[in-house]
């Protein structure tokens, strides 16, 4: 008898092929968003789950769901996901680094250049026919790029990515906070100094958010540092909604204490504020940073690898998954569940 899995989101047909050849498959292939009943409902017999950020897991469905063993996240990020409740129940966690860096980060680096450039605002300008004068000095003027300040908050493998962009790209003087100093042979290869947070708020000219979302992380930037950033600077977030309290952000771009944002992500997603719906200098995207044909599709086959190795192995051997985030399982294998 084949496994029985779950796959919570559509995904591409042949990745859908692949898993049915192997394993008794209940997808998702309408995209509906399951609520957490419904997902529990639905993980009932599955011995794995490929999971994605909407997906909410926990100690109420994982002791729910008491044949889960491997619960494979579609991302980077995991923080729908409770990694302690699922080591302790012997739950391996995966998710799905590097296979994304270079792409998000060449949306972070677009993000940024449409916040600077008002470009959503210059096509909202066109459509409405308002451009019915030549010659206007001031019509739309943004901030430039080439030989700014770039601040990055979170100098993991995107952070890098963005700043060799910058710098070697555009010519820009790279500013980054990180929890910790990277190597000095990274920070030449970025050409990027350290400094401390609020000296990044108060020097960058434009500032990208890629740090990771965790409860120490919560509201990082808040009206506090908001008010550190000089009124000509642009912020651009592609780390996590709830990084940055996004009621302040709103206040702030609408009292003009800084030029512009651009958001990929947002607290509550998919639901928005309203306050920033209505205000012209905010760049709104739907979580799209990885969302080009050959990362989405890298991203679901990591996940099949990762889902393939835990269920080709046989307890008590450990599977060999290509990126847990709760390796330790794998190092007593005794704890996997059975």
């Known amino acids: 008898m084949k496994p029985s899995i779950a796959i919570t989101r559509a995904t591409f047909p042949d990745v859908l092929e692949r898993l049915r050849a192997q394993f008794d498959v209940l997808d998702n292939q309408h995209d509906v968003l399951w ?8 993980l009932q017999g599955k011995t794995c789950a490929i999971t994605h950020g909407s997906d909410r897991i926990d100690a109420v469905l994982l002791d729910a769901c008491p044949q889960l063993r491997a619960v494979c996240n579609v991302g980077v990020g995991y923080n729908n996901i409770d990694v302690e409740a699922c080591t302790a129940r012997g739950v391996l966690v995966t998710n799905t680094p590097d296979v994304l860096t270079e792409t998000t980060a060449d ?5 940024l250049m449409a ?3 008002r470009i959503a605002e210059s096509d909202r300008y066109v459509r409405a026919r308002q451009w019915n004068k030549t010659g206007i000095y001031d019509m739309l003027l943004g901030g430039d790029i080439h030989g700014a300040t ?10 890098q990515a963005i700043a060799r962009r910058g710098a070697h790209g555009f010519n820009m003087r790279v500013v980054y906070h990180n929890r910790s100093r990277l190597d000095p042979a990274i920070e030449a290869e970025c050409r990027a100094s350290y400094v401390d947070k609020e000296t990044l708020f108060a020097q960058a000219d434009h500032l990208i958010v ?11 930037i808040g009206a506090a540092e908001l008010r550190l950033m000089k009124p000509s600077a642009t912020l651009v977030n592609i780390a996590r909604g709830g990084v940055i309290d996004d009621g302040a952000l709103a206040t702030a771009l609408r009292e003009g204490v800084i030029a512009a944002a651009g958001l990929d992500v947002f607290e509550g997603e998919p639901n928005v504020r309203p306050e920033l719906l209505d205000i012209d200098n905010v760049v709104l995207t739907p979580h799209i940073g990885s969302a080009s044909v050959q990362t989405r599709k890298a991203m679901a086959l990591l996940a099949v690898r990762n889902l393939e190795a835990v269920c080709a192995a046989v307890h008590p051997v450990a599977p060999a998954a290509p990126t847990p985030v709760n390796p330790q399982l794998l190092n007593e294998p005794a704890r996997l569940r059975a």
């Open 150 to 159: 770039l601040g990055i908050f979170g100098m993991g493998r995107i952070g």
């Open 115 to 117: 916040t600077a450039r």
């Open 210 to 220: 890629v740090v990771p979302y965790s409860p120490s992380s919560h509201h990082a």
């Open 35 to 42: 609520s957490q009943a419904e997902l529990i409902a639905r």
């Open 107 to 111: 949306f972070g680096f677009a993000l």
